[in-house]
């Protein structure tokens, strides 16, 4: 099995900084597009930012700008770089991923716990 485990999560000033981890673990042989969401209380859950094998990047417009993802393919393990942080970022924030665990077999989407972004002063 594939576990995805955040960390970086906790309370920041309007105007700070956070840097998300995601950690992946398992039986894993490669891992395709990961992905950066969040859920704010009484929302949706909304996709912030994804990244491909090839490092081509998206980005939800609220955070255009200000949050940069990156991947380390080597320690299997996906960052969300938070700048300018603004109370309306809090939120949990989830790690998700497509992940290849067999030879010739088709990827499977994971999720991790999730970590919980507070931005007040």
């Known amino acids: 099995q594939v576990q995805l485990v955040e960390s970086g999560g906790g309370l920041v000033q309007p105007g700070g900084s956070l840097r998300l981890s995601c950690a992946a673990s398992?039986?894993?042989?490669?891992?395709?597009?990961m992905y950066w969401y969040r859920q704010a209380p009484g929302k949706e859950r909304e996709l912030v930012a994804s990244?491909?094998?090839?490092?081509?990047?998206n980005y939800v417009d609220s955070v255009k700008g200000r949050f940069a993802i990156s991947r380390d393919d080597a320690k299997k393990t996906v960052y969300l770089k938070m700048n300018s942080l603004k109370p309306e970022d809090t939120a949990v924030y989830y790690c998700n991923a497509n992940v290849q665990t067999n030879y010739g077999g088709n990827q499977h989407n994971y999720w991790g716990q999730g970590t919980q972004v507070t931005v007040s002063s």
């Open positions: 398992g039986s894993i042989i490669s891992i395709g597009v």
């Open positions: 990244i491909t094998g090839g490092a081509f990047t």
